[in-house]
T-cell receptor, first 110, second 116 residues
Framework: KNEVEQSPQNLTAQEGEFITINCSYS?????LHWLQQHPGGGIVSLFM???GKKKHGRLIATINIQEKHSSLHITASHPRDSAVYIC????????????FGTGTRLQVFP | DVKVTQSSRYLVKRTGEKVFLECVQD?????MFWYRQDPGLGLRLIYF???????EKGDIPEGYSVSREKKERFSLILESASTSQTSMYLC???????????????FGDGTRLSIL
């Protein structure tokens, strides 16, 4: 069983819809990352958070430490948001290792 | 902007060949990482390095080795390539620093390696 679980695995949406992607993890963490991978492979870091909520443009990331759960929301989705979204956690502040979820493939249609 | 450059986007090699994947970063980062990415498994850490000539095994080091002779360059070596090593390989780097100084990893565009 993966220590980091994402849902859904695949998601399709119409342009303009509100999107939610979920991430659950099994033990206490020092930080959680949301990453975006476009077709072709390159990965960019969207958010790094250890509590509360962060917002960047149309993207919002929240984390609930007690429930070991994080969500990534996309408001007013657009076809250019189509990508794989990956959740990754760092389990202890002394290690640099990240444990990755298997990703959520999002397709937004016009 | 941080740039992590992987030498090839696509590579095709034959079983038994020695394969070198190169990664260069331009931001003087201490920490560098090699991952492989497979469908349904996510990214898995092969090796990482936190300084020149230093290396640490990740979760799946078998069949791989690494070299870090210069700070900006981290090479992944498949000593004798096998078909099971067909995968997407991603390199990443980040500066040293934890706690409030922690910065996320910067990734290269990946190398899609096929072993025939």
């Amino acid at each position: 069983k993966n220590e980091v679980e994402q849902s859904p695995q695949n998601l399709t949406a119409q342009e303009g819809e509100f999107i939610t992607i979920n991430c659950s993890y099994s033990v206490g963490i020092s930080a959680l990352h949301w990453l975006q991978q476009h077709p072709g492979g390159g990965i960019v870091s969207l958010f790094m958070l250890s509590s509360g909520k962060k917002k960047h443009g149309r993207l919002i990331a929240t984390i609930n430490i007690q429930e070991k759960h994080s969500s990534l929301h996309i408001t007013a989705s657009h076809p250019r948001d189509s990508a794989v979204y990956i959740c990754a956690v760092r389990f202890a502040s002394v290690t640099d290792k990240l444990i990755f979820g298997t990703g959520t493939r999002l397709q937004v249609f016009p | 902007d941080v740039k992590v450059t992987q030498s090839s986007r696509y590579l095709v090699k034959r079983t038994g060949e020695k394969v070198f994947l190169e990664c260069v970063q331009d931001m003087d980062h201490e920490n560098m990482f090699w991952y492989r990415q497979d469908p349904g498994l996510g990214l898995r850490l092969i090796y990482f390095s936190y300084d020149v000539k230093m290396k640490e095994k990740g979760d799946i080091p078998e069949g791989y080795s690494v070299s870090r002779e210069k700070k900006e360059r981290f090479s992944l070596i498949l000593e004798s390539a096998s078909t099971s090593q067909t995968s997407m390989y991603l390199c990443a780097s980040r500066p040293l620093g934890g706690g409030p100084e922690y910065q996320p990893q910067h990734f290269g565009d990946g190398t899609r390696l096929s072993i025939l």
